[in-house]
């Protein structure tokens, strides 16, 4: 073997173009430095997948050298694109690409490890026997980046309700990312104005999130309570929905058209007594003993206004009777 060696040497020297001593290295021989080492991919949808870092391999020697480009990761999942070979001159250096390309669905937990090895194959057009070609290697280690991303699914159909009914809504909201967050909407619908009143659907709440895991989801439901307008009232429920603290929204509307109260409900009863839609419903909500004893109370009021109405009339009508007495008094004749 050290035959082989000195004649290769000698082979190689017998080529060289005369160059000062101080520059001369009578080997060959080649580094390598890859930047950077630790290779972080995006493999959300729409993302290409892939990362690219830069190599440099240097020549330290007097000859010209051909260089055997090798690569390998930990799991084939990940893959390195590079080029075969490449050309280093003497005493000079060549960057190249690698570029490193990850399967979808991986999980953010899992770290892959990367190599990179060049291996001089021919110096100044001598071919080097593997058991003595220099080589270098370089590595580092893959990271797959998380992330969330959120799909929902509810129905946009219009909503018929009565005046005062109470209506639920439901989103299924789902995970399809490699990572967990946190995930929830915000609804609400404006006032509508019937006549001279404007009215509101009542929501048991504003908003909802939850923390969801990859490849999973959870439903989220919220109660709405109609009005009692004296005419129908169509709102309009705006419900927005997203990752928490993201900008990106995800907005879905539907419509609830509510009919117009009948006589005798609640919101009759509210206006006789000078309360109003919201009040009312909320009233409601307490008890049907309260309902009922502001009925009662409502009744006792008009009979008690009938009575004085009646009264009213009785005195006048004695008044009439008398005067008619006065006038038609047969003891006068």
């Given at each position: ?243 928490f603290e ?7 509307e539907f ?51 009938n009575k ?26």
């Amino acid at each position: 073997m050290r035959r082989v060696f000195l004649t290769i040497l000698l082979l190689l020297c017998s080529n060289l173009v005369i160059t000062p001593v101080s520059a001369q290295n009578p080997v060959p021989g080649i580094s390598i430095d890859c930047d950077p080492k630790d290779v972080s991919i995006d493999i959300q949808p729409g993302s290409s997948r892939t990362y690219s870092i830069i190599c440099t391999a240097e020549n330290p020697s007097i000859f010209a050298e051909e260089v055997r480009i090798e690569t390998s990761v930990s799991e084939n999942v990940i893959s390195i694109t590079s080029p075969s070979s490449i050309t280093v001159p003497a005493n000079g250096d060549v960057d190249f690409t690698l570029t490193f390309k990850a399967n979808q669905g991986l999980s953010p937990t899992t770290t892959y490890s990367w190599n990179v090895t060049a291996t001089v194959t021919t110096a100044n057009g001598i071919t080097m026997p593997d058991a003595i070609a220099p080589s270098d290697n370089d590595g580092g280690d893959v990271f797959i980046r998380a992330y969330a991303r959120m799909s929902i699914s509810m129905s946009t159909m219009t909503r018929y309700l009565s005046a005062g009914e109470t209506a639920n809504a439901t989103i299924e909201i789902s995970n399809d990312g490699n990572g967990a967050a946190k995930m929830g909407c915000t609804y609400a619908a404006e006032a509508v104005a019937v006549g001279e009143k404007t009215h509101e659907l009542i929501f048991d709440s504003n908003s909802h999130y939850e923390n969801v895991e990859p490849n999973s989801g959870y439903t989220l439901s919220f109660n709405f309570t109609s009005p009692s307008p004296g005419d129908v009232a169509v709102f309009e429920i705006i419900i927005q929905c997203n990752i928490f603290e993201d900008d990106e929204y995800q907005i879905e509307e539907f419509k609830v058209e509510v009919e117009a109260a009948k006589g005798g409900g609640l919101s009759s009863l509210g206006n006789s007594l000078g309360v109003d839609d919201s009040t009312m419903m909320m009233v409601g909500g307490v008890g049907v003993g309260i309902v009922a004893l502001l009925v009662v109370m409502f009744i006792g009021l008009k009979i008690k206004s009938n009575k004085r109405r009646d009264s009213n009339a009785d005195d006048w009508d004695d008044e009439i009777f008398e005067e008619e007495d006065d006038e038609f008094d047969f003891d006068d004749l």
